[in-house]
C-alpha cells in the first residue's frame, strides 16, 4: 500500500529543491531559526552554568519546532490538498542540494573567469577555513570536502528524519543542525554554551553520514570509495564528516583534509586518501553529479521502502 501523504511532499518538495533552490527573495525558515539562536545566546550566554543554558536553549527549540509543526499539520490533516502543499513546501525549505551545487559551481565560475581572489572569495561563503592564501588546488579541494559533507548535513539527513518523522522531525533537525553552525564550536565564545548542540548533532548525524557515503559508493561503483569509506572515515576529527569524505576521495582517487587555517589559528587535520595529485574542475563536476545521483537514490529507495508498508 502506498502513502501518498508521505511520498507526494517528499517528490514534490524534492523538485522544488531541484528547479527552484534557495532565491535570496523566498523566506526561508533557517533564517528565522538563525534569528532565534542568536536572540537566545545573547540572552543566555553570559555567567555561569552556559553548559545547562545552551543544552536548555538548544532542546526548547528543536523541541519547539518539532511540536509546532507535528500539530500543525495535524490541524490541517483533513484538508489533503491543503496538508500536501503545507508538507511540500518544507520539504523544499529542508533540502539544500541545488545550493550547494550552485555556491560550488560559482566558486569554479570566479576562479576561471577572475582569477584566484575572487575564487578565494566565492569560496570564503561556503566554508570555515580562512580562504586567503589557498592555491587553486586546494580551492578544488575545499569545494570537494564542502561538497561532500553537506551532501549528509544539507540533503540525506534531512531526508533520513523526513523518513523516521515526517517534517516535524526534518525541520527540528534542520534546527539542530543550525545550532549546531551557529553556536557548536569549540572557542572561547561557545565551547561552554555550544557544548549540548555539538554533541546533539554529532549523535543525529551519525547514521545519515554513513548512510551518504554507502549512496556515493554504490551510483559510482567505486569499490576503492568503499575501502576508504571504512580505511578513512573514522580519522577525521569529526565523528561523521570523514565518512562522505573518504567515499569522495576514494571515488575520484585523490587526496582530501590536511592542515588548513580557521580565524587565523592553523588546524591540523588527518590526510583522507594517499594520492596528493593536483584536483581540477572535472572533479568538481564529477563531485556534484554524485551528489546530485545519490540524493536521487536515496528518495528512490525512501519510495519503494514506505510503498512497501502498509
Known amino acids: 500500500m502506498n502513502h501518498p501523504e508521505i511520498i507526494i511532499p517528499l517528490i514534490l518538495g524534492f523538485a522544488a529543491d531541484v528547479f527552484i533552490g ?7 525558515p533557517v533564517r528565522f531559526f538563525g534569528r532565534l539562536i542568536s536572540v537566545g545566546e545573547k540572552w543566555l550566554n553570559k555567567g555561569k552554568q552556559r553548559i545547562l543554558k545552551g543544552a536548555i536553549m538548544t532542546a526548547a527549540l ?9 500539530i500543525l499539520l495535524k490541524v490541517i490533516s483533513a484538508n489533503f490538498v491543503l496538508c500536501t502543499i503545507v508538507a511540500s513546501g518544507f520539504v523544499f525549505y529542508g533540502l539544500a542540494n541545488h545550493s550547494l551545487i550552485k555556491e ?11 582569477g ?38 544539507g540533503v540525506i539527513a534531512p531526508l533520513f528524519f523526513y523518513t523516521v518523522g515526517g517534517v516535524p522531525a526534518m525541520l527540528a533537525y534542520k534546527m539542530a543542525n543550525t545550532l549546531d553552525s551557529m553556536i557548536g564550536y569549540k572557542n572561547e565564545r561557545y565551547k561552554d554554551f555550544g557544548w549540548f548542540a555539538a554533541r546533539l548533532d554529532d549523535v543525529l ?4 553520514a554513513r548512510i551518504t557515503a554507502f549512496l556515493m559508493v554504490l551510483v559510482t561503483f567505486s569499490w576503492r570509495g568503499l575501502k576508504f569509506t571504512f580505511k578513512y572515515g573514522r580519522q577525521h576529527a569529526s565523528p561523521n564528516s570523514g565518512y562522505p569524505e573518504a567515499a569522495l576521495a576514494g571515488i575520484l582517487n585523490c587526496r582530501l583534509g ?53
Open 22 to 28: 534557495d532565491p535570496h527573495w523566498l523566506p526561508h
Open 258 to 310: 590536511g592542515a588548513n587555517y580557521y580565524s587565523g589559528k592553523l588546524v591540523i587535520k588527518p590526510n583522507i586518501g594517499d594520492n596528493n595529485r593536483t584536483i581540477s574542475d572535472s572533479d568538481v563536476y564529477k563531485a556534484c553529479i554524485i551528489n546530485f545521483a545519490s540524493a536521487i537514490l536515496f528518495i528512490l529507495l525512501i519510495v519503494f521502502g514506505t510503498s512497501g508498508f502498509p
Open 62 to 70: 528543536v523541541s519547539a519546532v518539532f511540536f509546532f509543526l507535528y
Open 116 to 153: 584566484i581572489e575572487a575564487g578565494r572569495k566565492r569560496l570564503s561563503f561556503i566554508v570555515g577555513r580562512d580562504t586567503t592564501a589557498l592555491n587553486e588546488s586546494q580551492v578544488h579541494t575545499a569545494v570537494l570536502e564542502t561538497l561532500s559533507e553537506n551532501l549528509s548535513d
Open 205 to 208: 548525524n551519525f547514521l545519515p
Open 104 to 114: 560550488s559551481l560559482l566558486v569554479i565560475k570566479a576562479l576561471n573567469k577572475e
